[in-house]
């Protein structure tokens, strides 16, 4: 199993402004992963966080707005950039160590933006 | 279609069986989830079938899978308050390339007392 702290738990901030959430594993991950859940959706994936080299994002999200570093096999942080009202949403980390294996997930990041 | 897909909703008494059903999107993969979300957390595995069962059960917990039809069912029995919470069916379709989970819509359980 893993054990996820991700950080800030919630935070509000002002329009034009940037917010980097944190997420540190108690061991060593293969995959490291950022959702988005907007209120009552499911999740929705933003990117994969790759040690040592960019992230690899899904249609829809880019390096500039939600820029993610991996510096090694525990620790992760993703940036929301230049932030807008629409991107009040809940951020989750998940891990898992590849292939079908069970992934875990962080408490999320309540993110509101004024 | 693209999507997991699951019904919003669902409202059940104290005692009774809930039952959340799924359509998922690729009848190759290899396992299928059920994840369940608290209110103000992340989401916790509660159970998993491998796609060459019909059924598996834990405790108080049923899936059903159906291949043929993509379809996926959890069963509650004797639904108790703290099984208020969202849950999510999930898949790792292996023909997208790369082992990503792809979570269903949710459904919003409570539990009247």
């Known amino acids: 199993s893993a054990v996820i702290s991700q950080k800030p738990s919630r935070d509000i901030c002002q329009r034009g402004t940037s917010l980097t959430i944190q997420c540190q594993v108690d061991?060593?991950?293969?995959?490291m992963f950022w959702y988005r859940q907007q209120p009552g959706q499911s999740l929705t994936l933003i990117a994969t966080?790759?040690?040592?080299?960019?992230?690899?994002?899904e249609s829809g999200f880019v390096i500039d707005k939600f820029p993610i570093s991996r510096p090694n096999l525990t620790f992760s942080t993703l940036t929301v950039s230049n932030m807008s009202p629409e991107d009040s949403s809940i951020y989750l980390c998940?891990?898992?160590?590849?292939?079908?294996?069970?992934?875990?997930f962080g408490q999320g990041t309540r993110l509101t933006v004024v | 279609g693209e999507d997991v897909e699951q019904s919003l909703f669902l409202s059940v008494r104290e005692g009774d069986s809930s039952v959340i059903n799924c359509t998922y999107t690729?009848?190759?993969?290899?396992?299928l989830y059920w994840y369940k979300q608290e209110p103000g957390a992340g989401l916790q595995l509660l159970t998993y079938?491998?796609?060459?069962?019909d059924m598996k059960q834990d405790q108080r917990l049923t899936v059903l899978l159906n291949k043929k039809d993509k379809h996926l069912s959890l069963r509650i029995a004797d639904t108790q308050t703290g099984d208020s919470a969202i849950y999510f069916c999930?898949?790792?379709?292996?023909?997208?390339?790369?082992?990503?989970?792809?979570f269903g819509t949710g459904t919003r359980l409570k539990v009247l007392a």
């Open positions: 998940s891990v898992s160590q590849g292939g079908d294996t069970e992934a875990f």
């Open positions: 061991s060593q991950v293969t995959m």
């Open positions: 966080a790759n040690q040592g080299s960019e992230a690899t994002y």
């Open positions: 690729d009848s190759s993969s290899t396992y």
């Open positions: 079938i491998f796609s060459n069962m």
């Open positions: 999930a898949e790792i379709p292996p023909t997208s390339g790369t082992y990503k989970y792809i």
